[in-house]
T-cell receptor, first 113, second 114 residues
């Protein structure tokens, strides 16, 4: 089928800790993959994307690598800040057309000083 | 242009009432999407417009739901005879009509059906 599975939250970290949020997908072919972030009280924002296998998306210190062997797109950051506290959504573009997005359930990250 | 806007931001209605939401996309974007997000879940696709044409509707969009984009600019989403299960955040997104263009999301309309 067409689905996205990401690790359940909440994830609670201390400032400067290393972050990994796992994301795996099922799909036919090689869909484009995305991470969106939703800060408290704000709308969804695109954080990074990768459009083909082995691509690495990066932004604001966050990285994710498109791994076709493991159908994964895990989000990582080497040193989180309090301001990174938000809900993170992994998404894939639906293979059937019109570029609609299929989202995971979201992972809430809380970073404490 | 300040991005995608949605109105209202919050709507509380009684079961059985009709509600209508509006989305104003980024002006040069001809693709427009509606999604629904329930608590603790990611957004789910509802429907898609390319200019004024509604090209795809999800099975989630029951007969009580209707969406329009009459002039290819703003869009409305109407829910008739609301039910408590309709309570959710309704998100609008827009993008350019080229390849894998990024979808820009609005702040959403939070609907509560009592």
């Amino acid at each position: 089928g067409n689905s996205v599975t990401q690790m359940e939250g909440p994830v609670t970290l201390s400032e400067e800790a290393f972050l990994t949020i796992n994301c795996t997908y099922t799909a036919t072919g090689y869909p484009s993959l995305f991470w969106y972030v939703q800060y408290p009280g704000e709308g969804l924002q695109l954080l990074l994307k990768a459009t083909k296998a082995d691509d690495k998306g990066s932004n604001k210190g966050f990285e994710a690598t498109y791994r076709k062997e493991t159908t994964s797109f895990h989000l990582e950051k080497g040193s989180v800040q309090v301001s990174d506290s938000a809900v993170y959504f992994c998404a894939r573009m639906f293979s059937g057309g019109y570029n609609k997005l299929i989202f995971g359930a979201g992972t809430r990250l809380a970073v404490h000083p | 242009d300040t991005g995608v806007s949605q109105d209202p931001r919050h709507k509380i209605t009684k079961r059985g009432q009709n509600v209508t939401f509006r989305c104003d996309p980024i002006s040069e974007h001809n693709r427009l999407y509606w999604y629904r997000q329930t608590l603790g879940q990611g957004p789910e696709f509802l429907t898609y417009f390319q200019n004024e044409a509604q090209l795809e509707k999800s099975r989630l969009l029951s007969d009580r739901f209707s969406a329009e984009r009459p002039k290819g600019s703003f869009s409305t989403l109407e829910i008739q005879r609301t039910e408590q299960g309709d309570s959710a955040m309704y998100l609008c997104a827009s993008s350019l009509n080229s390849g894998m263009s990024e979808q820009y999301f609005g702040p959403g309309t939070r609907l509560t059906v009592t």
